[in-house]
């Protein structure tokens, strides 16, 4: 399974966009990069995937690195129902290996 | 349409006392997952069960017994409750569990062992 990397805490304002950085410099050539995010007290919910090009959804926009050792995860328009934790996740191969790491708490100030 | 269901939502064990987490998913999925998440620690992968009738350890295991009893459901059990098992659980789905899937999460079951 890759490692990842994703800084600890972000921060953002209200209707503005945001960008959650994550590194996965060791991922294979055939790992899918995953998205998760946690509201507070619920479990988590998929965001978005994609394997080499960039992925748009009703929910978000991935961006990966043309190297695939890095990738962003675009909110072009925070609000206060995102703030939750963000996960970052390579697949490992398969989805039994998806595990997940601490990721990223966003916090949206109104 | 209830996804992946689990009960209980909330549960006190005391130690040594055994429990059984019920999962159910009506999404006609193959594969299902029990993770454990504790603070600052992310969520962690017990055992998965990639179809009907086979199961797999996870990353954290110890303590723990699964049981697929049929294509919707997957149950955990602790069978001597410890306080390192106090937790929040999760139970997940996907539809064979390859890597281009998404994953399907229940709401959680918050455990403590006393």
């Known amino acids: 399974d890759a490692k990842t990397t994703q800084p600890n805490s972000m921060e953002s304002n209200e209707e503005e966009p945001v960008h959650l950085p994550c590194n996965h410099s060791?991922?294979?050539?055939?790992?899918?990069i995953h998205w998760y995010r946690q509201l507070p007290s619920q479990g988590p919910e998929y965001v978005i995937h994609g394997l080499t090009s960039n992925v748009n959804n009703r929910m978000a926009s991935l961006a990966i690195a043309e190297d695939r050792k890095s990738s962003t995860l675009i909110l072009h328009r925070a609000t206060l129902r995102d703030a939750a934790v963000y996960y970052c996740k390579s697949s490992g191969g398969s989805n039994y290996k998806l595990t997940f790491g601490k990721g990223t708490l966003l916090t949206v100030n109104p | 349409n209830a996804g992946v269901t689990q009960t209980p939502k909330f549960q006190v064990l005391k130690t040594g006392q055994s429990m059984t987490l019920q999962c159910a998913q009506d999404m006609n999925h193959n594969s299902m997952y029990w993770y454990r998440q504790d603070p600052g620690m992310g969520l962690r992968l017990i055992y998965y069960s990639a179809s009907e009738g086979t199961t797999d350890k996870g990353e954290v295991p110890n303590g723990y017994n699964v049981s697929r009893l049929n294509k919707r459901e997957f149950s955990l059990r602790l069978e001597s409750a410890a306080p390192s098992q106090t937790s929040v659980y999760f139970c997940?789905?996907?539809?064979?569990?390859?890597?281009?899937?998404?994953?399907?999460f229940g709401s959680g079951t918050q455990l403590s062992v006393l």
């Open positions: 997940a789905s996907s539809v064979s569990g390859t890597s281009s899937e998404k994953l399907f």
């Open positions: 060791t991922i294979s050539g055939t790992d899918y």
